[in-house]
Nanobody, 127 residues
Framework: VQLQACGGGLVQAGGSLRLTCAASGHTFTNCAMGWFRQAPGKEREFVAAISRDGGNRGYQRSVKGRFTIWRDDAENTAYLRMDNLSPEDTAVYYC?????????????????????WGPGTEVTVSS
């Protein structure tokens, strides 16, 4: 599956962005999806994930209540809405896909659980 993330940019603290991850080349509805981020000089970290059936979601503690993940299977797209952004959210954001034929209600927190990655979109939050 090919993934293309977009929607990043420069925003002031307290602002919002919506990231989009468009999938192609594989049945999107077969995939659990995740968002990760990597800040300069830091390791890639989990941000949010959604199950294949869309019924379950997980968030990193620091973004819970500010970020929302969802999916539109008709559009083969996953989204990450980010509200009340802070400079600590500055990073390159990546979407990832994990094809599944079971465990439709599970979401995955570990980056090594995912098989496909997009190239990333950069988010910069100014103070």
């Amino acid at each position: 599956v090919q993934l293309q993330a977009c929607g990043g940019g420069l925003v002031q603290a307290g602002g919002s962005l919506r990231l989009t991850c468009a999938a192609s080349g594989h049945t999107f509805t077969n995939c659990a999806m995740g968002w990760f981020r990597q800040a300069p000089g830091k390791e890639r970290e989990f941000v949010a994930a959604i199950s294949r059936d869309g019924g379950n979601r997980g968030y990193q503690r620091s973004v819970k209540g500010r970020f929302t993940i969802w999916r539109d299977d008709a559009e083969n797209t996953a989204y990450l809405r980010m509200d009340n952004l802070s400079p600590e959210d500055t990073a390159v954001y990546y979407c990832a896909a994990k094809p599944l034929h079971y465990d439709y209600g599970n979401y995955y927190l570990r980056s090594d659980s995912y098989d496909y990655w997009g190239p990333g979109t950069e988010v910069t939050v100014s103070s």
